[in-house]
């Protein structure tokens, strides 16, 4: 498992996934995420797969320009998909689209800014203990 010393946390903002390469460390069982051809983020691939999750979700965003797909928002969602999983608070039909079938990534529907706030405050609504 590598460090996490090296991301500027409050930078990520700054960040559009837009521009970022992703990549899988198979052998580390790392995600990494590269900005400029430098490492900016990485989440470890131990069971849930949460970072690789959000950058599947971002990446079916339909105006991925947008500001707020960046870096700090992937990382939000990476924590929703998270507490989702762990604590089975029940919002897949949220994070994923109600026509999501568990398979076809063509069956996601696109995550929107409106549809991300919604998340993230249903998901402190549903567990007041959630980290996102």
Known sequence: MKPTTYIDWDGLKDIPFFYCDTKEDEENKDFDIYYQGKLVLHDYNHCGHYLYT??????RIKNKTADWVN?????????????????????????????FDGENLD??????????????????????????
């Open 107 to 132: 069956t996601l529907t696109p995550l929107t800014k409106k549809r991300f706030d919604y998340l993230c405050k249903r998901i402190k609504e549903l567990d007041p203990y959630a980290t996102i």
């Open 71 to 99: 870096l700090r928002n992937l990382w939000i969602l990476r924590d929703c998909v998270r507490e989702n999983y762990n604590h089975g608070i029940g919002v897949d039909d949220i994070i994923f689209g109600e026509d």
């Open 54 to 59: 959000a950058a599947v979700l971002f990446s």
